[in-house]
């Protein structure tokens, strides 16, 4: 093969070097990190020849290194320096793959410092410093890639920042946790939450602490991420309003049914507003279609209309598949002479305050606990300001379109005219059907 010239923002006393290889090191070999190895060193030639660049898988670097691993794993590659890895000068490109914002937010920022590119799954440390990490890059002159880190091999982040970078986008959201997603298919199906969740864990779907899954955690980060990139605004995890599936009750499930909807939980944001929460959605519409594991993402701009995306979101193939592809896209810019996909400038805007920011307004169906409530919960609702109506022929009642605040209430009013509601659901509506 002729030596190529491949340029190299990750050092900054050169920008041409004369070596035949991008050199890669991978920091963490679990389940997503081991698929990730296993296919950059099977799979080497045909990845080289897709990105013009060939490269080498130089060390992983692992807790363990005695630890039995694939087969395709040599134990010589193995090593429990992270931090020489990410200080190492040889070394091009830094897959992260050990998750969470601790070490591993010391590490991504290290390599960063020192020019590398990072590509990265960790939906936690983007969704919470996804700005800041940005500028990082772009400062250095490098970039960080992290398709993966919403929607498994759904090529969604690409999307949004390439193809979407010029539209003006109205909704981004839908389905984002395929766990979540998976557990209330088995209940529509006639399971328990219990059995379900169970069922999730056996299946690989559910981690033993399923709480990040069926509190809606992940979603919002997911939602945390795409919203940035979307609004361009420094939009964090802990400012989504957040609502999980925990406390919903199989006379949900059965209303849902009565109804024609199916119950999903929705991460949406719009440029002034975001939530996550279970809620009725028509069984026509896409974010409907999802089973099992899968996810449904859909991004609406004002020019291009409705995008949407489905696949599996759950799951360390899809996720491994989604790291490969940003490596690759990493290498061609290197081969090109370019970095890709550094932006620092949602970086520059200012975080929202501490609080909540507001929620989506939509309608709310209040569950009651039989039809005779519905005359005088209809009553009290109307005394109160809401704007209600009873549906026919079930225990429930439809409120105006409501905001988180006011929703929030309608329990705690019903209870003091002495009805009793077990739920309040949000009905999914479209940015175009709320307008």
């Known amino acids: 093969m002729d030596r190529l010239s491949l340029t190299h923002p990750a050092h900054a006393d050169r920008t041409e070097f004369d070596r035949n290889e991008v050199r890669i090191a991978l920091l963490g070999c679990g389940t997503v990190g081991s698929g990730v190895a296993i296919l950059l060193l099977d799979s080497a030639s045909s990845i080289s020849a897709r990105s013009g660049a060939p490269y080498s898988l130089e060390a992983i670097a692992v807790r363990e290194a005695e630890k039995p ?57 983007v969704a919470t410093r996804g700005p800041e990490l940005r500028a990082l890059a772009a400062a ?25 970078a010029g539209e003006d986008i109205l909704e981004v959201g ?33 981690e033993s602490d399923p709480t ?27 400012q989504i309003p957040r609502l999980g599936i925990t406390k919903l009750r199989p006379d949900d499930i059965t209303l849902a049914k009565r109804l024609g909807y199916a119950l999903k939980l929705i991460a949406a944001a719009r440029s002034d507003a975001s939530l996550v929460t279970p809620a009725f959605v028509a069984r026509t519409h896409p974010f409907a279609q999802p089973v099992g594991p899968q996810n449904c993402i859909r991004v609406t701009g004002r020019s291009s209309g409705s995008l949407t995306f489905a696949g599996t979101g759950a799951g360390s193939a899809p996720t491994a598949s989604a790291v490969i592809g940003d490596v690759v896209a990493v290498l061609r810019r290197i081969a090109a002479g370019r970095h890709v996909g550094s932006d620092a400038s949602s970086a520059s805007l200012a975080p929202l305050g501490p609080g909540l920011e507001p929620s989506i307004a939509l309608r709310r169906v209040v569950r009651l606990e039989s039809l005779r ?63």
Request: charged share 20%; proline share 3%; aromatic share 4%.
């Open 69 to 125: 691993r694939a087969r395709e794993i040599a134990r010589e590659l193995l090593t429990d320096d992270p931090q020489r890895l990410v200080a190492d000068p040889a070394i091009d490109v830094v897959i992260e793959c050990i998750g969470g914002t601790g070490e591993a937010a010391h590490l991504v920022e290290a390599a960063l410092r020192n020019g590398k590119h990072v590509v990265t799954a960790n939906k936690d440390l």
């Open 174 to 206: 839908g389905v984002l946790n395929g766990t979540t997603n998976f557990i209330l298919s088995e209940m529509f199906a006639g399971s328990t939450y219990a059995a379900a969740l169970a069922r999730a864990q056996a299946l690989g779907f559910a």
């Open 373 to 435: 409530d519905a005359r005088p919960a209809h009553a009290a609702l109307a005394e109160a300001g809401y704007a209600a109506e009873a549906i026919d022929g079930v225990p429930a009642i439809l409120t105006e379109r409501l905001d988180g605040a006011r929703a929030a209430r309608l329990s705690e009013l019903l209870a003091s005219h002495h009805i009793a509601a077990p739920s309040v659901i949000p009905l999914w509506e479209d940015a175009s059907e709320g307008a």
């Open 212 to 238: 990040n899954d069926v509190e809606g955690v992940d979603a919002a980060h997911k939602l945390a991420i795409l919203a940035q990139l979307a609004f361009r605004r420094a939009l964090h995890t802990a």
């Open 140 to 164: 250095n002159g490098v970039t960080i890639a992290y398709e993966a880190a919403v929607g498994g091999a759904i090529p969604i982040v690409r999307t949004i920042s390439e193809s979407l």
